[in-house]
């Protein structure tokens, strides 16, 4: 189902979304002296929401991702050795053209690496050789280009492993540099290709062997070490959606459901630290943006330091390609439910606010 043609800021002007929330199953409201609702299924308890809600839930299963799963679902690729020794991680990748509900009722005609948006979140270690068979069953011209370092036949960009429907190509580099990165489609017009849905994280763990005036840190972010373990990690790719290709988005998101996590909040552990790995893809829109309620973070801007580029703030901006690393900890805090959202008000309005949910 499509949004009707109007401007997306001319709606939120004149109420949209109590106007049309029939349309978009989005609902309830907020003046001075009413309460506000988040809707699992309809209107149900208060909450502090603003109002702004979707209403009813999402197939994930339709869909064929769920975004609380996302959120952790670290590829790590099939494992090995080249004859040197060095580690090598192989994946497969496959381009598809597929509709993904982006809130309830509300379908867009994505591009898709592996059937969901964003991609599989590719993570392997630093200095690991990467692998990636790249097969086009999409209906245009399809590339893998990753921020990274790789040589100029590797790019990704047309003339350079563009892959036409149909066909294949193998990318073949070595993870460099560690940090949080992302890999997309860069065929022509690039802000189709991306914005249609063709993107996803690629990080990269830094080795501590090759840092270690900072080795212990390093290995806090090796997936799967001992010093990762009390880490919760999530990947969160802040995305839009124009769906009525007016080239504005009428929905706004991280990991691609309009007000999952708002819905879902994310569990946290109270006395266990948060590691962020947040990047942005949005199209349309110059930057994006992260508020964290009732607590500041250590920001590694790109991921590439093992030391804090920020301390202690609340809000990251990221124009689109940038990303980093967000450090936080709830351990002083009592439990509840602690928000984040984008700090362009319209954008929280239009998906894009969630909960942390603080446990013991």
Same mark, same amino acid.
Request: aromatic share 12%.
């Given at each position: 189902?499509?949004?009707?043609?109007?401007?997306?800021r001319?709606f939120?002007?004149?109420?949209?979304?109590g106007?049309?929330?029939?349309?978009?199953?989005?609902?309830?409201?907020?003046?001075?002296?009413?309460? %506000?609702?988040? *809707?699992? /299924?309809?209107?149900?308890?208060?909450?502090?929401?603003? &109002?702004?809600?979707?209403?009813? !839930?999402? $197939?994930?299963?339709?869909?064929?991702?769920?975004?609380?799963?996302?959120?952790?679902?670290?590829d790590?690729g099939?494992?090995?050795?080249?004859?040197n020794?060095?580690p090598?991680r192989?994946?497969?990748?496959?381009a598809l053209?597929?509709?993904?509900?982006?809130?309830?009722?509300?379908?867009?005609?994505?591009?898709?690496?592996?059937?969901?948006?964003?991609?599989?979140?590719?993570?392997?270690?630093?200095?690991?050789?990467i692998?990636?068979?790249?097969?086009?069953?999409?209906s245009?011209?399809?590339?893998?280009?990753?921020?990274?370092?790789? %040589?100029?036949? *590797?790019? /990704?960009?047309?003339g350079?492993?563009?892959?036409?429907? &149909?066909?294949?190509?193998?990318? !073949?580099? $070595?993870a460099?540099?560690f940090?949080?990165?992302?890999?997309?489609c860069?065929?022509?017009?690039?802000?189709?290709?991306?914005?249609k849905?063709?993107?996803?994280?690629?990080?990269?763990?830094?080795?501590?062997?090759?840092?270690?005036?900072?080795?212990?840190?390093?290995r806090?972010?090796?997936?799967?070490?001992?010093?990762?373990?009390?880490?919760q990690?999530?990947?969160m790719?802040m995305?839009?959606?124009?769906?009525?290709?007016?080239?504005?988005?009428?929905?706004y998101?991280?990991n691609?459901?309009?007000?999952?996590?708002?819905?879902?909040?994310?569990?946290?552990?109270?006395?266990?630290p948060?590691?962020?790995?947040?990047?942005?893809?949005?199209?349309?829109?110059?930057?994006n943006s992260?508020?964290?309620?009732a607590?500041?973070?250590d920001?590694?801007?790109?991921?590439?330091?093992?030391?804090?580029?920020?301390?202690?703030?609340?809000?990251?901006?990221?124009c689109?390609?940038?990303?980093?690393?967000?450090e936080?900890?709830?351990?002083?805090?009592?439990?509840?439910l602690?928000?984040?959202h984008?700090?362009?008000?319209?954008f929280v309005?239009?998906?894009?606010?969630?909960?942390?949910?603080?446990?013991?």
């Amino acid at each position: 189902m499509k949004l009707p043609m109007f401007n997306r800021r001319g709606f939120l002007k004149s109420g949209f979304w109590g106007a049309v929330g029939s349309l978009l199953g989005l609902g309830g409201h907020a003046t001075a002296d009413s309460k %506000s609702y988040s *809707m699992h /299924g309809g209107m149900s308890e208060p909450t502090s929401s603003g &109002g702004m809600m979707t209403v009813g !839930e999402v $197939d994930h299963a339709r869909n064929g991702f769920d975004p609380s799963i996302v959120l952790s679902d670290w590829d790590t690729g099939k494992v090995g050795r080249l004859p040197n020794g060095q580690p090598l991680r192989e994946y497969t990748i496959v381009a598809l053209d597929k509709e993904v509900e982006i809130a309830p009722g509300v379908f867009f005609p994505a591009w898709t690496y592996n059937g969901r948006v964003p991609g599989p979140s590719l993570r392997a270690m630093e200095g690991d050789r990467i692998r990636i068979r790249f097969i086009n069953q999409g209906s245009h011209t399809h590339t893998m280009h990753f921020h990274g370092i790789h %040589s100029a036949r *590797m790019d /990704g960009i047309p003339g350079a492993g563009e892959v036409a429907p &149909g066909e294949s190509f193998t990318y !073949e580099f $070595d993870a460099l540099p560690f940090g949080c990165h992302l890999y997309h489609c860069h065929s022509v017009p690039l802000k189709r290709h991306i914005h249609k849905g063709l993107y996803g994280a690629f990080i990269v763990d830094p080795d501590p062997s090759r840092h270690p005036e900072h080795a212990d840190v390093a290995r806090s972010r090796v997936l799967g070490s001992e010093e990762n373990q009390p880490w919760q990690e999530f990947v969160m790719v802040m995305n839009g959606f124009d769906t009525n290709f007016d080239e504005e988005n009428e929905v706004y998101a991280v990991n691609t459901v309009a007000h999952a996590y708002a819905n879902h909040p994310i569990r946290i552990a109270r006395e266990r630290p948060v590691r962020v790995y947040l990047v942005n893809v949005t199209e349309f829109d110059p930057v994006n943006s992260l508020h964290l309620h009732a607590n500041f973070f250590d920001y590694y801007d790109h991921g590439t330091t093992l030391t804090p580029t920020l301390r202690t703030v609340d809000t990251v901006i990221q124009c689109q390609g940038q990303r980093g690393i967000l450090e936080f900890s709830f351990a002083d805090h009592e439990p509840g439910l602690y928000m984040f959202h984008a700090h362009q008000s319209e954008f929280v309005e239009l998906g894009w606010m969630g909960f942390f949910e603080v446990v013991e």
